[in-house]
């Protein structure tokens, strides 16, 4: 069993950072691949980035690429999601989830409540 809790989301400007913070309890999350995902109103909730288990292999969203940033400290049963040059299409509720490598949320088992990111134009 892993239950993870998210932090770090907020109120910014189109063109600041956040950095997301996703920490897991349970003794096998270095076992989980890591998975940020993100719903906006309205919408279906959608694949941002994933890293594997060591964090050798990562993957991004193409809406994100070049601007995000995801990593984890197994050490501290943790995984990061940096995120700059905000857009106001980045404006979701952020969650994080454990599971198998994929972009497919069904594949991913574990789920934090998430964490709502806002940016401003």
């Known amino acids: 069993q892993v239950q993870l809790v998210e932090s770090g989301g907020g109120l910014v400007q189109a063109g600041d950072s956040l950095r997301l913070s996703c920490t897991a309890s349970g003794r096998s999350f270095s076992s989980y691949a890591m998975g940020w995902f993100r719903q906006a109103p309205g919408k279906e909730r959608e694949f941002v980035a994933i890293c594997s288990w060591s964090g050798i292999s990562t993957a991004y969203a193409d809406s994100v690429k070049g601007r995000f940033n995801i990593s984890r400290d197994n050490a501290k049963n943790t995984v990061y999601l940096q995120m700059d040059s905000l857009k106001p299409e980045d404006t979701a509720v952020f969650y994080c989830?454990?599971?198998?490598?994929?972009?497919?949320?069904?594949?991913?088992?574990?789920w934090g409540p998430g964490t709502q990111v806002t940016v401003s134009s």
């Open positions: 989830a454990a599971g198998d490598y994929s972009a497919q949320p069904s594949t991913y088992t574990y």
